[in-house]
């Protein structure tokens, strides 16, 4: 964006995931909560006014009522077994199947001094990213971090994010370690807090050290397992593929959550628009929370949220029609994350428990549970995206649905499971189906899958099929090959993926 941004008047926008990623070291911060009125909008005399703290217990922020202690946080490197939150292992593997062996060269921004964690608030001690090595010097940069909310006496609010890039190494004497800083806006009088900023390019950082982002070699597969605190629950939205997942409690304050899944390729919908072009008051009308220049010569963009409730798709139905349908650019992307929202269903607010997972490479997404329609058995689930690539290729999409089995049966709102299910997607009044799949269960999930839909915005159609016995699902298991690669299937109905053959029916 800062390479084709207009001298002068413009506005722009891009999509981005785990945009907070890009502070490269935790910091906290404080200040007054702002009436809002009923259009989202607040005087200027109410803006936030942020100063920094040093920790969670600073005497000079004290949590009271009216006022917000906002922090972004690193998770670190597991360092014993009473953490709160950190990351407990980290594995990278072969298209073969086998596990690469990994060394942690170290948590970026080694020089800096870690936030320590707070026991009575329930907050995780914050860190750095951290980097591992494998045996041909390859390098893996790995986030996993906690926008963490308090407020008066309330328990503390998380949105977990967590993402694996593979970078390249090398050293540029001219780079320092970040700082957190605290400025006060020259138009306003008003405080804020920020880092201070890396070189350009560079994904993260350390003393004299630049870690880039680079296009893997091969197709790795990535299993990251987390350790988080149990507030941390609801429904994790992800940017991956093929996945699958675990989470185990570890005692009363912490649980352990494991992906493992392949990248996918992620369309960034965002791009520039000149001035003149848009609506008067459009962009006091889309972020009415105001504080942005409102000059006409200057040029300046906003980044969006791609997956936080529907927030995301508002931002891109508004900016659309003069981004055109064309991706900005494309990555290969592997993350995932809950949400500051919780469930619309009733029956899975359950404190400290993940009610299911929604994976896309949409670049928009709607991260919030799908839609129950009890009447035809069926979830609904919103997607977003350029029609084409910045190439001018179509984009194609793909789609995971996962639940534990409790959440199903809490939505089906029968004791047992249905047979099966029909995955459709929707344009409009236009409905293609997809593929009916069987119900595949592993470690206590159910997994649905779509693949192959184009975008613009379509609408993805979950629906189970309540003929058929209700009882267990009988499921068989058969292995398919592709030249040396082995891949174990087992559904109700398996089929070897495209390119691979069966070679043992069991």
């Known amino acids: 964006m800062e390479l084709s941004k207009p001298s002068t008047g413009a506005r722009g926008l891009v999509f981005v995931e785990n ?38 217990s600073d005497l000079e922020c004290p949590v009271k009522n009216g006022y917000q202690l906002e922090g972004r946080l690193f ?53 750095s990213a951290s980097v591992y090595q494998d045996s041909e010097e390859n390098y893996f940069l790995v986030r996993a971090g906690l926008f963490v909310i308090v407020s008066g006496t309330n328990d503390p609010i998380y949105k977990f994010d967590a993402d694996i890039t593979p970078v390249s190494k090398t050293l540029d004497s001219t780079i320092s370690v970040p700082t957190v800083e605290s400025y006060n806006d020259p138009r306003t009088g008003l405080g804020n807090v920020y880092v201070t900023s890396s070189k350009q390019g560079c994904l993260s950082t350390d003393l004299g050290i630049c870690y880039q982002a680079k296009l893997p070699e091969r197709d790795f597969r990535y299993s990251l397992s987390v350790r988080v605190p149990r507030t ?4 994790l939205r992800g940017r991956v593929a093929d996945a699958s997942f675990n989470v185990r ?34 962009i006091e009308k889309v972020w009415p929370s105001g504080g942005y220049d409102p000059d ?30 064309k991706a900005l650019t494309t990555v290969s992307n592997w993350s995932f994350g809950t949400n500051l ?39 609904t689930y919103k997607v977003a995206a350029p029609h084409y690539d910045e190439s001018g290729n179509q984009n194609l999409g793909t789609y995971t649905l996962a639940m534990p089995l409790t959440s199903i049966k809490c939505l089906y709102g029968q004791s047992n499971l249905p ?48 003929s058929g016995s209700k009882g267990a699902i009988a499921t068989k298991t058969i292995w398919c090959s592709k030249g040396a690669t082995k891949r174990k299937v087992t559904a109700a109905k398996p089929v070897c993926p495209k390119g691979f053959k069966k070679i043992v029916n069991t």
């Open 419 to 466: 047979p099966s299910a029909t995955v459709s997607i929707a344009y409009g009044n236009e409905v293609k189906t997809v593929a009916t799949v069987s119900l595949k269960s592993e470690s206590g999930w159910i997994f649905f899958s779509a693949n192959g839909f184009h975008y613009s915005n379509p609408t993805i159609v979950v629906k189970f099929d309540k």
């Open 296 to 325: 006409p010569s200057s040029s300046y963009y906003l980044v969006a949220d791609p997956s936080q409730g529907d927030r995301g798709l508002e931002e891109y139905a508004a900016w659309s029609p003069y981004l055109k349908e």
């Open 232 to 235: 941390v629950s609801g429904w």
């Open 19 to 56: 945009a907070a990623s890009v502070s490269s070291i935790g910091y906290i911060r404080y200040s007054h909560i702002p009436n809002f009125k009923s259009d989202g909008s607040i005087e200027p005399s109410q803006y936030w006014n942020w100063k920094k703290c040093t920790s969670w």
């Open 249 to 282: 409690v570890i005692n009363v304050k912490s649980q352990l959550i494991t992906v493992t899944a392949k990248p996918v390729t992620l369309p960034i919908a965002g791009g520039w628009v000149n001035y003149s072009e848009l609506p008067a008051g459009f």
């Open 341 to 379: 929202s919780s469930s619309d269903q009733s029956c899975l607010k359950v404190s400290g428990e993940i009610s299911g997972f929604v994976a896309s490479n949409a670049s928009v997404y709607s991260s919030k549970p799908p839609q129950w329609d009890a009447a035809t058995s069926s979830l």
């Open 75 to 127: 998770l670190g490197t597991c360092l014993n077994s009473a953490e709160l939150g950190c990351i407990d292992s980290f594995s990278v593997f072969e298209t073969s199947g086998s596990a690469k062996k990994l060394t942690l060269v170290n948590k970026t921004f080694g020089s800096s001094l870690d936030i320590r964690e707070d026991v009575k608030s329930g907050v995780p001690r914050s860190s």
